[in-house]
């Protein structure tokens, strides 16, 4: 039997993404460190566009001074991925967690959480899919669209 787990969910409500991801460091390395306990963080961001590690060059297309006009911050990240879009009413989850060692494959991991999510959300009568090569998830057939 697997030991139980408390998992502390902290609603922090919009944050800039740079404010985001420096309290996405600090609560890992209280959670590394055994201060904190496993955390999943719930947020929205303004519009940012973030980076990852294989997005191309010209991976936005829209100029600069558009993006800035109508508000959208472009941050550029050591994460996997391309380009990842983050708005208003969009409600973001950062589970900080000790993963135990038979799962600390983090692309598994990913996998098996998104999965875990479709899985919620048609118990809620939600229609929700993977994206095959991707690590996200899409709920019903609307994308949003930047205008």
Known sequence: MMPKRTLKVERLGRVEYDAGLAIQKQT??????????????????PHTLTLGRRAADDAIIAPDEVLKARGVTVFETNRGGKVTYHGLGQIVGYPIIKL?????????????????????LSDFGIDAFGIKG?????AGSRRTVLR
């Open 28 to 45: 890992e390395a209280s959670v590394l460190t055994g201060a904190q306990t496993d955390t999943l963080l719930l947020l929205e961001h």
């Open 100 to 120: 135990s060692p038979d799962r600390e494959d983090v692309h598994r991991y990913v996998r098996d959480l998104e999965e875990v999510l479709i899985r919620a």
């Open 134 to 138: 991707g690590c996200t998830s899409r």
